[in-house]
């Protein structure tokens, strides 16, 4: 039994420093499955059970998530729109060409998808999508709906968990920011959708601003 960090309660408040850093942790230990002969199911809390795991494990694909079935256009678009320039257009569409390590991803690791425990672990649940991603995809996805100083915090733990990832997991929060902005703007059909539209305007600027060491 837990608590879901729903997107409305994640947006709205912060989160104490102990749960940030499960939150890296977990982030962390998703991308390093695909790495991994044998996965610890205590390495995320109160995760999925072992054998779940490698049958995830099984079902992914031989090589890894093709970006380029859906990235370019995306790119082209942001690009029409100027959201993005064409210095950073440059710099993912290089990303997603060259991008061979095969790293594991929730895929769909927002706030509902993740259950604070009782006993102050966290479950991450909804593995249906699961599979191949970019490092720091799941971090973006789950960042676009975290209200500033957790995100801040959250990003700042993360990288310091897993420095030698720092520009592969910029570009694919980047990928992952711009995408949300996207659904948010055009495709969400909700109350909600205004103030997540706005929101998502803020993490997307911010993500911008972190991807400028890497493509000036």
């Not at 837990?2 to 997107?7: I, N, S």
């Not at 995320?44 to 494990?57: D, H, M, N, W």
């Not at 031989?62 to 950073?88: G, N, Y």
Request: proline share 7%; aromatic share 6%; net charge negative.
């Amino acid at each position: 039994e837990g608590t879901a960090l729903t997107t409305r309660r994640v947006v709205e408040r912060e989160l104490p420093e102990p749960v940030i850093r499960r939150l890296a942790e977990a982030l962390i230990a998703i991308n390093r499955w695909a790495h991994t002969a044998h996965i610890d199911e205590e390495t995320i809390g109160s995760p999925l059970p072992q054998p779940a795991v490698e049958e995830l494990r099984d079902k992914m694909l031989p090589d890894p998530w093709s970006l380029q079935d859906w990235l370019p256009a995306m790119i082209r678009k942001a690009e029409q729109l100027e959201i993005l320039d064409e210095p950073q257009s440059e710099w993912l569409s290089s990303f997603a060409a060259s991008w061979k390590t095969p790293t594991f991803g929730h895929l769909d690791a927002l706030p509902r998808n993740i259950l604070l425990l009782e006993n102050g672990e966290l479950a991450f649940v909804d593995w249906e999508s699961a599979g191949h991603s970019p490092p720091g995809y799941d971090l973006g996805l789950l960042c676009a709906c975290l209200a500033p100083k957790t995100r801040a915090s959250l990003k700042a733990t993360f990288h310091a968990l897993a420095p030698e990832a720092l520009e592969q997991t910029t570009a694919g929060y980047l990928i992952a920011t711009t995408r949300e902005w996207f659904i948010r703007h055009h495709l969400l059909r909700t109350s909600h959708r205004h103030r997540l539209a706005r929101h998502t305007d803020d993490v997307l600027a911010e993500a911008i601003e972190d991807s400028h060491e890497f493509c000036t």
